[in-house]
């Protein structure tokens, strides 16, 4: 039986890194042959040409699917929006579109996933300027002291979680929610796989 897997990818004004992304993670899910993926795009209401490039790129291509909220949301919201087209019974990832996370991780590691399992992709190293990263070091120390270890360090809301989780979270009611703490709370077995975080493009 094939697994499934819904990608949930969340964007704003990225014209520029959107044929890229598409192209890498095509040829990334390429090499898995027992592995049945579809693309879920949630446009955060972009005023460049990044809607258009995703258009053709359905036509082209049957596994992806074009989601356009009617205006600037945020993040959260999109990522909400973006479960709502996620069969309860399928794994999902989430991910942004701007190249800093490594769009190959979840092919790779989504072909020997166990089941349960929730994969925390968590950077090693950030290739972002000094004062960010000692801001993002701050941030997460913080995080991760007030929600008693829930909240990863070094890690955001790129992860691959369960169908068991997907569930959960499409039944959340929270306005707003700390999608890391919500994927992580929910939970039981969990893995960590390193990457590094490249320069915003």
Request: with cysteine.
């Amino acid at each position: 039986m094939r697994k499934k897997i819904s990608i949930i990818a969340t964007f704003r004004n990225e014209e520029k890194n959107i044929n890229k992304f598409i192209n890498r993670i095509n040829k990334s899910f390429r090499k898995s042959n027992n592995i049945d993926y579809k693309l879920v795009f949630i446009d955060d209401f972009s005023n460049d040409s990044s809607n258009s490039i995703i258009k053709k790129a359905c036509i082209k291509n049957k596994k992806i699917k074009l989601i356009t909220l009617k205006k600037n949301y945020g993040s959260n919201p999109s990522i909400q929006t973006g479960f709502d087209f996620v069969n309860d019974k399928n794994y999902a990832a989430v991910i942004s579109c701007d190249l800093q996370e490594p769009p190959e991780l979840i092919a790779q590691n989504f072909s020997k996933i166990k089941k349960k399992q929730t994969i925390h992709f968590v950077s090693k190293k950030r290739e972002d300027p000094f004062f960010q990263r000692f801001y993002a070091k701050i941030a997460y120390l913080a995080l991760h002291f007030i929600s008693r270890g829930k909240i990863i360090r070094n890690s955001n809301y790129f992860k691959i979680i369960p169908p068991n989780v997907v569930k959960k979270i499409k039944k959340n009611t929270e306005i707003g929610p700390y999608w890391h703490y919500l994927f992580t709370k929910h939970s039981t077995q969990n893995k960590i796989v390193y990457y590094v975080r490249k320069k915003r493009i």
